[in-house]
């Protein structure tokens, strides 16, 4: 079993960058393949990025190519979402969730351990 918690979530000006860190629990963190989510007030709960448990192969939702990059250490048992280029469109609630032995799918039925979700908030 994972337990995940989400960090660097905060308030910030269009155009600007931040990075988000999901830390796990666990000696099997390097088996799991590692997903960013996000939802908006209002909205339902969308895919961003996801990473295979190798980190060899990565997958972005449409809205983020080019800003954001996900990327983990399994030494330090960390995935992180490098988010460039900010918009306020991009302010939501981002939860990282860990899919067993995965190859970066952003479905989101595939992932069974999330995180409590840390806040993004981008200021126009």
């Known amino acids: 079993q994972v337990q995940l918690v989400e960090s660097g979530g905060r308030l910030v000006q269009a155009g600007g960058s931040l990075r988000l860190s999901c830390a796990a629990s666990?000696?099997?963190?390097?088996?799991?393949?590692m997903g960013w989510f996000r939802q908006a007030p209002g909205k339902e709960r969308e895919s961003v990025a996801a990473i295979s448990w190798g980190g060899g192969r990565t997958n972005y939702a449409e809205s983020v190519k080019g800003r954001f990059t996900i990327f983990r250490d399994n030494a330090k048992n960390t995935v992180y979402l490098q988010m460039n280029s900010l918009k306020p469109e991009d302010t939501a609630v981002y939860y990282c969730?860990?899919?067993?032995?995965?190859?970066?799918?952003?479905?989101?039925?595939?992932?069974?351990?999330w995180g409590q979700g840390t806040q993004v908030t981008v200021s126009s």
């Open positions: 969730a860990g899919e067993r032995n995965g190859l970066g799918s952003l479905e989101e039925r595939r992932y069974d351990y």
């Open positions: 666990g000696r099997t963190f390097s088996s799991y393949a």
